[in-house]
């Protein structure tokens, strides 16, 4: 069982930055791939970014590529998700999720773990 709780939410100005972590439990968090998802009200749940086994692929959306960056360090069992030049269309709950997998994991049907999430708003 993989237990995973995100932090680091909360309100920013729009192109300001905030760092999203998630502290997993599991053991051998080297075992699993990491992902970001998030989910704005009325929409559907959308993929981020994702980060292999070892931190060294990484992969991410079109919307958020050049601003953010997905990081891991496996012995604090951390992921962490810096987002930058962040806008509006940013404002989200934001999920971590794990699935047992060494490589990048872009489906989230893949991923059997997901942490209950942390609100990001952006004001404008």
């Known amino acids: 069982q993989v237990r995973l709780v995100e932090s680091g939410g909360g309100l920013v100005q729009a192109g300001g930055s905030l760092r999203l972590s998630c502290a997993a439990s599991a053991r051998a968090f080297s075992s699993y791939a990491m992902g970001w998802f998030r989910q704005a009200p009325g929409k559907e749940r959308e993929f981020v970014a994702a980060?292999?086994?070892?931190?060294?692929?990484?992969y991410y959306a079109d919307s958020v590529k050049g601003r953010f960056g997905v990081s891991r360090d496996n012995a604090r069992n951390t992921v962490y998700l810096q987002m930058n030049s962040l806008n509006p269309e940013d404002a989200a709950v934001y999920y971590c999720?794990?699935?047992?997998?060494?490589?990048?994991?872009?489906?989230?049907?893949?991923?059997?773990?997901w942490g209950q999430g942390t609100q990001v708003t952006v004001s404008s």
């Open positions: 999720a794990a699935a047992l997998r060494r490589v990048v994991v872009v489906s989230a049907s893949e991923y059997g773990y």
């Open positions: 980060i292999n086994w070892s931190g060294d692929i990484t």
